[in-house]
Each structure stands twice: as C-alpha cells, then as structure tokens.
T-cell receptor, first 114, second 116 residues
Framework: NAGVTQTPKFRILKIGQSMTLQCTQD?????MYWYRQDPGMGLKLIYY???????DKGEVPNGYNVSRSTTEDFPLRLELAAPSQTSVYFC?????????????FGQGTRLTVV | AQKVTQAQTEISVVEKEDVTLDCVYE???????LFWYKQPPSGELVFLIR??????QNEISGRYSWNFQKSTSSFNFTITASQVVDSAVYFC?????????????FGSGTRLLVRP
C-alpha cells in the first residue's frame, strides 16, 4: 500500500522554467492538497481539490496551477519558476473534508530555483 | 483569527531526558480538532494524534503524552525518556473550516534533537 507518492524528490530549476510536480494516491481519497514548507514557516496550503474535476485556491496560490482529472492524481504546475518558489512541496490526501479527518502526506519534493 | 503558534523553534536534549513541545492556538470555532504530526528526517509527515475540543482528558501512548487545556488554548506534547529516534520536526495543527470543508492550519514546527 503506497499511500501518497510524489515525484520527483529533488529538482533544480532555472528562473523562468516550468515543471510539474506529480502526486498520486491509492487510497481512493476524494480530498487532495498541495502545501509548501518554508524554513520556520510551517506548511502553507497552495491548492486543494474535493474531488475529480474540482479544484480551489488555498492560502498561497500565486504562481501555481493544478488539475484533477482523476481521483488518484493531483499534479501541481509551476509555469514561470521564480526564486521565491524555492521550497519543499508536500502533497496530502484525506478521506473526507470533516474536521477530524487524518491527512496522509507524501515524502515531499525539494525544489530549488536558481 | 485561526492560528497555531509553536514558539520553540528548536530543542536539544540528551537521551532519556523528558521534553515538552508547546502548542498554542487561536480559533473562532466552538468545536474543533487539534493534531500533532511528526516529520522525521525521511521527510513525510506522520500523524500522531488528534483531539477534539470537548475532550480535555490527557492522552498517553507509551512514552508520548498530550495535555490539552482549553482555558489556556494549549495542546502540549511531552516525550518521556526521549530517544535518538524521536529526533524530528513536530507540527501542531488546527482543523479550521474554510470554503465548506476543513483544512489544516499548521504551526511553524519545533525541531527536536535528541543527542546520545
């Protein structure tokens, strides 16, 4: 049982380049999330999805896009990479949107923009 | 405002010492859940515990215990007889209603280093 899988684990991008961070889960969870983790700042929500075909902005969506064509996959797209997007990115999923639901996280993608 | 504060950025202890990680929260909700997650060096966040706002009983699980005090808006985490494997970043989180579903609001984390 793989849970939440993210690829790649590490990536270096040049300013202005684009890339897609992949996230897939095999728990049939409807809710999926993308967070970024900056040093000393905790995790900030970028985008989330409540089901296939439905996405919405979180706290820090600028510079990112997402899509959710299937229940399993929730890729995060960076179109024009900027140094401010250097961070560790985490994908997560929950079974429901209830207040007590436990989140399952991937191992993270460490992105450096130079 | 919905906010979680973990004032301790980093704590270093010697193995077998007890250590308490502090978590203070703010919420406008009368019913809510609080969580603790562990982030070991491998990177992924691992769920440790959840506690609802109506249950102020302390929770103990092996060497781990949690003290929830609504009067001080705190949900502190104590590790008894710490071990090197406890070295990790620990996050406290609050479940907050945003746009018809609940999202996690995280504190900034406390890095715990347990030295042999």
């Amino acid at each position: 049982n793989a849970g939440v899988t993210q690829t790649p684990k590490f990536r270096i991008l040049k300013i202005g380049q684009s890339m897609t961070l992949q996230c897939t889960q095999d728990m049939n969870h409807n809710y999926m999330y993308w967070y970024r983790q900056d040093p000393g700042m905790g995790l900030k929500l970028i985008y989330y999805s409540v089901g296939a075909g439905i996405t919405d902005k979180g706290e820090v969506p600028n510079g990112y896009n997402v899509s959710r064509s299937t229940t399993e996959d929730f890729p995060l797209r960076l179109e024009l990479a900027a140094p401010s997007q250097t961070s560790v990115y985490f994908c997560a999923s929950t079974q429901t949107g209830a207040m007590n639901t436990e989140a399952f996280f991937g191992q993270g993608t460490r992105l450096t923009v130079v | 405002a919905q906010k979680v504060t973990q004032a301790q950025t980093e704590i270093s202890v010697v193995e077998k010492e007890d250590v308490t990680l502090d978590c203070v929260y703010e919420t406008r909700d009368t019913t809510y859940y609080l969580f603790w997650y562990k982030q070991p060096p491998s990177g992924e966040l691992v769920f440790l515990i959840r506690r609802n706002s109506f249950d102020e009983q302390n929770e103990i699980s092996g060497r781990y215990s949690w003290n929830f005090q609504k009067s001080t808006s705190s949900f502190n985490f104590t590790i008894t007889a710490s071990q090197v494997v406890d070295s990790a970043v620990y996050f406290c989180a609050l479940s907050a209603l945003m746009d018809s579903s609940y999202k996690l609001i995280f504190g900034s984390g406390t890095r715990l280093l347990v030295r042999p």
